[in-house]
């Protein structure tokens, strides 16, 4: 019962460097995201999605894209590295959009930008 | 536009005793969602507690309930009986709809547990 999983867990990037973070999800759920967590600070949403083929942004979305081909991959991409974008991301999941459908989370993936 | 506040940065609780964690928040919405989630160390984000605006009855589970009081936008987190388990980052969060197509989850910058055995 793996849930929700993000790769790598771990990575340093050089600034201008490009990256995808991976998310995959076996729980069929519709609903993906990509929050950021810096130092010190509370999740921000980046990017969603409510089902393959259709995503938005969230609240921070500038520098990263993302696509959603199928139900259960949810990738973020990082075209030019900055170091702004040293944070923790995670990537989360729930069925549908009501109160009776709880975040399920990843373990997050810590990213440094030097 | 909504905000989430923690005015606790860190708060310590001895092993067995009860501990109770703040959070204040701004809107203009009558209907929304509160939650607590847990950060332990493995970074894992874990749901505490939720509670619906429109609910007067405060939510409970197990050793963990919450004090909302929707005119003052305050919702407070009580632990009862710590245990050396619940040290961790606990974040106050804010959606008008819960899981957050439409809008999203509003973070607290959090309030960092330690338990003391």
């Known amino acids: 019962n793996a849930g929700v999983t993000q790769t790598p867990k771990f990575r340093i990037l050089k600034i201008g460097q490009s990256m995808t973070l991976q998310c995959t999800q076996d729980m069929n759920h519709n609903y993906m995201y990509w929050y950021r967590q810096d130092p010190g600070m509370g999740l921000k949403l980046i990017y969603y999605?409510?089902?393959?083929?259709?995503?938005d942004k969230g609240e921070v979305p500038n520098g990263y894209n993302v696509s959603r081909s199928t139900t259960e991959d949810f990738p973020l991409r990082l075209e030019l590295a900055a170091p702004s974008q040293t944070s923790v991301y995670f990537c989360a999941s729930s069925l549908r959009d009501s109160k009776d459908s709880p975040l399920h989370f990843g373990n997050g993936t810590r990213l440094t930008v030097t | 536009a909504q905000t989430v506040t923690q005015s606790q940065p860190e708060m310590s609780v001895q092993e067995a005793e009860t501990v109770t964690l703040s959070c204040t928040y701004d809107t203009s919405e009558s209907d929304y969602y509160l939650f607590w989630y847990k950060q332990p160390p493995s970074r894992q984000m874990i749901l505490v507690i939720r509670q619906e605006a429109y609910k007067q009855q405060n939510a409970t589970e197990n050793r963990f309930s919450v004090n909302f009081q929707k005119a003052a936008k305050s919702f407070s987190l009580k632990i009862s009986d710590s245990q050396l388990g619940d040290a961790a980052m606990y974040f106050c969060?804010?959606?008008?709809?819960?899981?957050?197509?439409?809008?999203?989850?509003?973070f607290g910058k959090g309030t960092k547990l330690s338990v003391k055995p």
């Open positions: 999605s409510v089902g393959a083929g259709i995503t």
């Open positions: 969060a804010y959606s008008t709809y819960y899981g957050g197509s439409q809008g999203n989850l509003i």
